[in-house]
């Protein structure tokens, strides 16, 4: 059978000064939430381009997620089989 799923994923990113915060939430219609973090600092010798800042934040908080979700994918599996789950990374 083939389905079609949406899941939500939300993003935040809030820049003061030098510095750029992201944060990432996700969530499906199951009821899971999974969020991630990430931070970039400007180098204070480079130019000010707000961009670059907030793709650096949001991949890191990108990637911060994905490492959350395959932990929970981990629990799952190891909850659904009774035996540990070694996921590659």
């Not at 939500?8 to 750029?20: G, L, R």
């Not at 000010?48 to 650096?56: C, M, N, T």
């Not at 490492?67 to 990374?89: N, S």
């Amino acid at each position: 059978m083939t389905a079609t799923k949406q899941w939500s994923v939300t993003v935040d990113i809030d820049e003061q000064e030098d510095s750029t915060w992201a944060h990432v939430s996700l969530r499906t219609p199951s009821g899971l939430d999974v969020t991630g973090d990430g931070h970039a600092q400007r180098n204070p010798l480079d130019p000010s381009v707000p961009e670059i800042g907030d793709e650096l934040a949001v991949s890191r908080a990108l990637r911060n997620l994905a490492e959350r979700m395959l932990h929970t994918a981990e629990k799952d599996i190891r909850g659904a089989t009774g035996q540990p789950a070694h996921l590659h990374r």
